[in-house]
């Protein structure tokens, strides 16, 4: 027996107030927005539901659609998600209380379901000690209001070393999508260009005897799916419904209706041929970061200047062989694209499903992960996560550089309303930023310096203008750009003196230059031989 073939508006009808609803999907990628939709439309007009958990794991919205829709107060009573900074709505609401919020680092949350769904009490986990989400800071809680409620997070101790327990939360509803489906429910997801969390997230709905709600562009006759391509089994799906508009509502990414780039085999134009942009502040920024690479590296790129300017350098350069470039949605190899489309590739080796990339993140680590940041202070500590009363959220920041054996920040070295030119190979600052990014103490712990030295880990902050490495004495300025001086363009806008080298080393000039890096070279011959024996 089948699901049971419905309108958006009848699962919108089936939700109860206060139900615990889970939804899947990675900007718009993969998020049911037909029955979002529904959601929003029925409670905009008769109230209900109201007061819902709401439950994801990624960042799921284009600044406009996915759970956007759901930002309405007594819509939504409490959210356990992992990132906003794609959700002005949510932001917006979580900032003036007007929502309970918890934050869980992505990956965890998709470790959470598994183990939601093995008939596990709660999630057991080290990622994320010493920084926001341990109780003994914040317990992952956004804002005034939260701080009142019961912890989500607690302390434990297992065989002399501590680690964090993430108690488990009915799910009530979960919210998925696949691109066809036939007539006995199987879910096939052969056009998505991420395959994500679905087993995970159907499978903790289905441990509290939860509803599964699934979107698709078609149905067919039950025998012509290959079993191989089937993400869901039809005997865990409920209800099914065909988004009536797929090129609104059912859309690859937020940019593409469709296209074969990102979900099909085959080979598109050379890789090399990308541009990789102006020679701006932020290109710099790349090109001084990539030459961190070793040849045989596993990357991580971080969304912002990681996955915008790493990716494009790396490929332009023709090192995309000598190097594996991933993204934390579970994509290898290919072009990464960024801002709303952040999750998603052109051309990828290959896709494996969110929370088996954050297993190999979190056990193993990459070599190295590239990430943004918003503060760093003079303990070594670094904050992405909430700025001002802008709370983004961890996404996959936190489970990805805890264990990555190199982790290097990219970003200006002052933000709001800074300028640069970068001529003759060397840095002009035409106009300082208004906003100090080295405080004496960040607003919230997204990394924990201390403890990443404990780890041994290689941690390095690279700016337009100076290159700064973490040791036990704190930040030390270990490069400078070509034009700058330390004492003048630097340190002034610093809360902290940092440690010098005497002198500090020049940072290539070619970084500033309209040349090749040569970046082939330096992996095969070069200062940065294979690290991987």
């Given at each position: 027996m089948g699901p049971?073939?419905?309108?958006?508006?009848?699962?919108?009808?089936?939700?109860?107030?206060?139900?615990?609803?889970?939804?899947?999907?990675?900007?718009?990628?993969?998020?049911?927005?037909?029955?979002?939709?529904?959601?929003?439309?029925?409670?905009?007009?008769?109230?209900?539901?109201?007061?819902?958990?709401?439950?994801?794991?990624?960042?799921?919205?284009?600044?406009?659609?996915?759970?956007?829709?759901?930002?309405?107060?007594?819509?939504?009573?409490?959210?356990?998600?992992?990132?906003?900074?794609?959700?002005?709505?949510?932001?917006?609401?979580?900032?003036?209380?007007?929502?309970?919020?918890?934050?869980?680092?992505?990956?965890?949350?998709?470790?959470?379901?598994?183990?939601?769904?093995?008939?596990?009490?709660?999630?057991?986990?080290?990622?994320?000690?010493?920084?926001?989400?341990?109780?003994?800071?914040?317990?992952?809680?956004?804002?005034?209001?939260?701080?009142?409620?019961?912890?989500?997070?607690?302390?434990?101790?297992?065989?002399?070393?501590?680690?964090?327990?993430?108690?488990?939360?009915?799910?009530?509803?979960?919210?998925?999508?696949?691109?066809?489906?036939?007539?006995?429910?199987?879910?096939?997801?052969?056009e998505e260009a991420m395959k994500l969390e679905l087993l995970p997230a159907v499978f903790a709905a289905r441990r509290f005897d939860g509803i599964v709600m699934a979107q698709v562009r078609q149905v067919v006759p039950r025998g012509q799916l290959n079993p191989r391509q089937v993400e869901v089994p039809g005997a865990h799906i409920h209800y099914l419904t065909v988004a009536a508009h797929p090129e609104q509502d059912h859309r690859q990414t937020a940019s593409v209706d469709y296209a074969p780039r990102f979900s099909s085999q085959g080979f598109g134009p050379s890789l090399q041929e990308i541009e990789p942009g102006p020679l701006d502040e932020r290109r710099v920024i790349g090109r001084r970061a990539v030459l961190e690479l070793h040849a045989g590296d596993i990357v991580n790129m971080g969304t912002g200047i990681p996955n915008d300017v790493i990716g494009p350098e790396v490929l332009s350069e023709g090192a995309g062989d000598l190097v594996t470039l991933t993204v934390e949605s579970g994509v290898y190899g290919g072009r990464a694209w960024g801002g709303i489309d952040f999750g998603v590739a052109e051309y990828p080796d290959a896709l494996i499903e969110h929370p088996y990339q954050f297993d190999f993140y979190n056990g193993h680590g990459v070599d190295v992960t590239y990430m943004g940041f918003g503060e760093a202070d003079a303990s070594g500590n670094v904050n992405a996560t909430k700025l001002g009363d802008r709370a983004t959220g961890a996404g996959?920041?936190?489970?990805?550089?805890?264990?990555?054996?190199?982790?290097?920040?990219?970003?200006?070295?002052?933000?709001?309303?800074?300028?640069?030119?970068?001529?003759?190979?060397?840095?002009?600052?035409?106009?300082?930023?208004?906003?100090?990014?080295?405080?004496?103490?960040v607003q919230q712990i997204s990394f924990n310096g201390a403890r990443a030295l404990g780890r041994g880990q290689r941690v390095l902050v690279v700016t337009e203008r100076a290159v700064f490495q973490l040791t036990q004495a704190g930040w030390t300025l270990i490069e400078i750009a070509p034009g700058m001086d330390p004492e003048l363009d630097v340190i002034p806008h610093m809360a902290f003196r940092p440690t010098m080298l005497e002198p500090p080393v020049m940072m290539p000039p070619v970084v500033y230059e309209e040349a090749r890096l040569e970046l082939v070279a330096r992996l095969t011959t070069g200062e940065a031989k294979d690290r991987h024996g």
């Open positions: 049971e073939l419905v309108s958006a508006d009848a699962m919108a009808a089936r939700i109860e107030d206060g139900a615990h609803v889970l939804t899947v999907g990675m900007t718009l990628s993969g998020a049911s927005e037909t029955i979002l939709k529904a959601i929003e439309a029925r409670f905009l007009s008769v109230g209900h539901p109201q007061n819902l958990t709401l439950i994801h794991s990624a960042g799921q919205s284009n600044r406009r659609d996915g759970i956007q829709h759901l930002a309405h107060e007594g819509l939504v009573g409490r959210i356990i998600g992992a990132h906003w900074g794609l959700a002005p709505r949510w932001m917006d609401m979580i900032s003036h209380d007007r929502v309970i919020a918890y934050c869980l680092p992505q990956g965890q949350m998709t470790h959470w379901y598994r183990s939601m769904a093995g008939g596990l009490p709660g999630h057991l986990t080290q990622i994320g000690l010493g920084t926001f989400i341990d109780p003994r800071q914040e317990g992952g809680k956004m804002n005034a209001r939260t701080a009142a409620e019961p912890d989500l997070i607690h302390v434990v101790e297992v065989r002399g070393e501590e680690y964090l327990f993430i108690e488990a939360v009915p799910v009530h509803v979960v919210l998925i999508r696949g691109t066809t489906a036939d007539t006995a429910g199987n879910l096939a997801a052969e996959g920041f936190i489970d990805i550089t805890e264990r990555a054996r190199t982790v290097v920040f990219c970003g200006t070295m002052t933000a709001g309303g800074l300028k640069v030119v970068v001529e003759d190979g060397r840095l002009r600052v035409e106009q300082e930023g208004t906003i100090q990014k080295w405080v004496s103490h």
